[in-house]
């Protein structure tokens, strides 16, 4: 017999008790109840709820840190962990193991805590003739607002090598009058989930739009701009909270998939109307740029740290500082702007523009009627066309404005791709999006680093040339050096990145694409 | 996964006190933990309460595999496990004997359990037999738990001498100093002499009747009575040991 070391569950009504022996054939068993216990449950994950997806469970009590396998409610990690913050980043856990697996769970983001419920433990330990402990008995309550509804559940936790006895105790606790059922520890979690008031899995940064590829481009494109509006008002209210880089960023793309809808499909709303809203997307994107690039040189840190050798480190220590104060300040700036009356009503006008009718009159609006998947045929068709004959373009050296300009047009055509995946097989577009991202990776490392440069130079210029100054700028001048290293690398490695992606094999997914929509 | 013995050829020296307190100690520091039992009065059995399941004997043990991760028991402390030792173990010297290579044995039994255990504790029998030179074989240390009188240094001088006879790798021994009475001038002389030398671990581990109590917590000292001279002594060997090991 193997000894499964899953814990068992089970739902009870509400008067569940415990005798202090029980009897079964060849075995006996006695109980031990332990005093009754309050006992908060704090359940963390990631905005994104990274760990629900992948079946890991975050949640904190008892001042331990606990990751538990959601399908079979097995503890995975267990560690100590003294407070209870707001949010916490892996780093933050001292185990090193258990770092690491949050880390595995999200790169980028922070683990929030989502909410907190009281809960109330009874707990016995159930004993063998040696007073050997053979399992434990966990009676916890969950609260709900209304008291009638407050949920009971049993939790045995196996002892290894007594699974036998084990079975035993459930049996036993199976023929008790108040037993209502064997249950999972997915379900415990809902409750408790549920208790909060906390709603799993709620967001996504690119959400999935259903669209009917016989529906009207207008009515589409109206769908995919109100999702995407959905990304933009779920995360402004997080970005001035400072938790984690993502909300800004989430954000941010949101903004840029509005304005590439926009601009890619000119003919179907009213032109007055589409002027003034690209105008306003564009300069609400613009507001955040220099956090957003703050943001990732305090994210690369550590990284620009290494690029130097160890006596230069220190004197960057400066540009950091200096860069966290600017992104203090930057931040106060826009998180005012995301409360001001001005972006109220942007926004709300916004959304009664595509929540409304529209003209459909073909003076106005003259696409406004065709075909969405037509469109999406036509426009993706175009955007793939112009990377590959801008691509094909590119001169051997391969210039920064070149590179630039066909990074633009990639994004371009992945958006396309990602706003009418639903029109689309899958599979297809799956591979299709794989061969593309690499090219995009390329060139975004390319412009990334172009990008840093810049600001590096920049910043250099403009500081003072006095004597305490010196290691600081040799400091950014060494940092310089390394970054137009790895980018000569980047533009080195384009033309074969982009050979990879203008070959027959990719031409042929993409008129598979094509194919099953004509 | 390291493997550690608490072995002696004299009877009666601290044997089982070491290896359950000391392993108790791993399970906090490395866990999880494993103490093998391979003692057929089954002492370190009885200090954690757990008694073998029926159909478990000294054959089963020596099949190795899936015989012997069946048979472990979870002890009252998290992340400390216990493969017990069963009556039958008395004939396992006999049993050895039919065995292709006995002195390797041991070692071959437990790899199984080197992906889930980084330590493994086995409490052996006194006596030298064929049983314990498969335990030569399969630990990576054996702890000699000394009583401070010469006589004592004799056997632990045998044991090194049947090491080099037998071309096994002295390096694994590491002798230590148990229920030290500080008013005897004997045991004065001796831990003075000989703690600390390459051979022996510096700290030694006073008497302390709150050992031989063990019988009635049945619990590792560390685990129900963390202040009392001979845990401490424990915690602070099993540190030295630690620092030896990294
Ligand atoms: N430091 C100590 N102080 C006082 N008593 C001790 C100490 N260490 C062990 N004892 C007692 O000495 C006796 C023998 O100890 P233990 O059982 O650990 O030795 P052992 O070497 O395993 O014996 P055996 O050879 O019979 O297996 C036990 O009663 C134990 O409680
Ligand atoms: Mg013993």
Known sequence: MNTSLDPLFFSVSDTFDLPTHFKHPGI??????????????????TFDWKGWNKNNTILLYRRRLNI??????????????????????????????TASK?????????????????????????LDENQKTITSVELRSIPSSNEAQKKLFVKLSPVRGYGKELQAVAGELKKHPEYVGKTTFTDFYKAVLAAGGIVPDNYSSKPFVKLKPSNTIQDSARKLLLSTFGVIQANEQWIP?????????????AIRRTRSILAQLKRIFPPEKLSRYSQAFRELGKRTNNLRDQDVYLLQAERFRALLPVTMRESLDPFFTDLGNRHKKELRAFSRYLVSEKYRLLMQEWKSFLSNDMSSDPAITPDARKKTSDVAVSSIQKAWKKVIRHGREISRIATDTELHALRIDCKKLRYLLEFYASVFPANILRMVVCQLKELQENLGAFVDLSVQQDYLNDYLSNLQCTAENTPFAASIGGLVTALYHEREQVRMNFHKTFDKFDRPETEALFNGLFKKNR | MKTIALYSIKGGVGKTASAVN?????????PPTLVCDLDPQG??????????????????????????YNNIKGTDFDNLDLLPADFSYRNLDIELLEEKKPQKKLKKNIEELNTEYPFIFFDCPPNLTLLSESVFTASDIILVPLIPTTLSLRTFEQLFE??????????????????????????????????GKKRFLNRTVPYNSEVEKMG???????????????????????????????
């Open chain 2, 22 to 30: 000391l392993a108790y100690l791993s399970s906090l520091t490395q």
């Open chain 2, 162 to 195: 049947f090491f080099k006879e037998n071309k096994l790798d002295t390096s694994k021994i590491r002798g230590f100093f148990t229920m030290f009475e500080r008013r005897k001038v004997m045991h004065r002389e001796i831990v003075e002499e000989y703690s």
């Open chain 1, 68 to 97: 538990i396998d959601l399908k079979n409610g097995r503890e995975i990690f267990s560690v100590s962990f003294r407070k209870i913050p707001q949010s916490f980043f892996p780093n933050d856990v001292d185990n090193k193991a």
């Open chain 2, 43 to 68: 002492a370190s059995s009885f200090y954690f309460r757990i008694v073998p399941n029926k159909k478990y004997s000294s054959r089963k043990f020596l099949k190795g595999d899936k015989k012997i």
């Open chain 2, 216 to 246: 009635i917590y049945r619990a590792p000292l560390n685990a129900v009575r963390p202040n009392s001279p001979a845990a401490i002594a424990y915690q602070e060997l099993w540190e030295e040991l630690m620092g030896e090991i990294d």
């Open chain 1, 241 to 253: 909270k400072t938790i984690d880089t993502e909300f800004l960023h989430d954000y941010r793309v």
């Open chain 1, 28 to 45: 006996s068993f006695s109980f031990h109840a332990e005093p009754v216990k309050k006992e908060t449950l704090h359940c963390y994950d």
């Open chain 1, 102 to 126: 949050l880390f595995n769970l999200s790169k980028l983001r922070a683990f929030i805590c989502y909410g907190s419920i009281e809960t109330e433990v009874r707990s016995w330990k159930v």
